[in-house]
T-cell receptor, first 112, second 115 residues
Framework: GEDVEQSLFLSVREGDSSVINCTYT??????LYWYKQEPGAGLQLLTY?????DMKQDQRLTVLLNKKDKHLSLRIADTQTGDSAIYFC????????????FGTGTRLTVIP | GAGVSQTPSNKVTEKGKYVELRCDPI?????LYWYRQSLGQGPEFLIY????????DSGLPNDRFFAVRPEGSVSTLKIQRTERGDSAVYLC?????????????FGEGSRLTVL
């Protein structure tokens, strides 16, 4: 079955870059995703990348995909205290099957 | 409403009782999903509806769990003979179509505690 793994914790200083890593097992995934979960709020899609791309940039966010190694990363530039949250990597999105498989989440703490 | 609405936000029940959790998706979204999130874990897929029918219920852990969506909008997740291991946050999500980029719109969840 699908397995998505992430490290549990990351601490960075405000203004530094954060890099959150993820490995996955299902090579047939069409899309890979990063979701953000803030305390008391629902998960929110941050960004996604199509499996035939190796990089996607969206303002402060950069997603890198190494399909050969099944490795996905999310880089947040100029990390702010408002970025403190849990970040989930997810795979899925095959046509007609939208059930996503999530990692355990990485808790990002931004130190002022 | 503007977003996915779930009720109740918190439910405390005793072992062996029956529980219903409700999800009101974003208007017009045809796909609806239930996930379960245990403490310190990522969301775990339970069931997916396309319209009124359950397109994929492979994530339901056992036959104590059942979900319906009779009119293709509101969905109810039903748990019979609850056990302490059922304690978790139950998340509902919806999306506009069956085939999309996988953006799911999540509610804030229903936190179930089984004593």
């Amino acid at each position: 079955g699908e397995d998505v793994e992430q490290s549990l914790f990351l601490s960075v200083r405000e203004g530094d870059s954060s890099v959150i890593n993820c490995t996955y097992t299902d090579s047939s995934s069409t899309y890979l995703y990063w979701y953000k979960q803030e305390p008391g709020a629902g998960l929110q899609l941050l960004t996604y990348i199509f499996s035939n791309m190796d990089m996607k940039q969206d303002q402060r966010l950069t997603v890198l995909l190494n399909k050969k190694d099944k490795h996905l990363s999310l880089r947040i530039a100029d990390t702010q205290t408002g970025d403190s949250a849990i970040y989930f990597c997810a795979e899925g999105g095959q046509t007609g099957a939208n059930n996503l498989f999530f990692g355990t989440g990485t808790r990002l703490t931004v130190i002022p | 409403g503007a977003g996915v609405s779930q009720t109740p936000s918190n439910k405390v029940t005793e072992k062996g009782k029956y529980v219903e959790l409700r999800c009101d998706p974003i208007s017009g979204h045809t796909a609806l999903y239930w996930y379960r999130q245990s403490l310190g874990q990522g969301p775990e897929f339970l069931i997916y509806f396309q319209g009124t029918g359950a397109a994929d219920d492979s994530g339901l852990p056992n036959d104590r769990f059942f979900a319906v969506r009779p009119e293709g909008s509101v969905s109810t997740l039903k748990i019979q003979r609850t056990e302490r291991g059922d304690s978790a946050v139950y998340l509902c999500a919806s999306s506009p179509t069956r085939e999309n980029t996988g953006e799911l719109f999540f509610g804030e969840g229903s936190r179930l505690t089984v004593l």
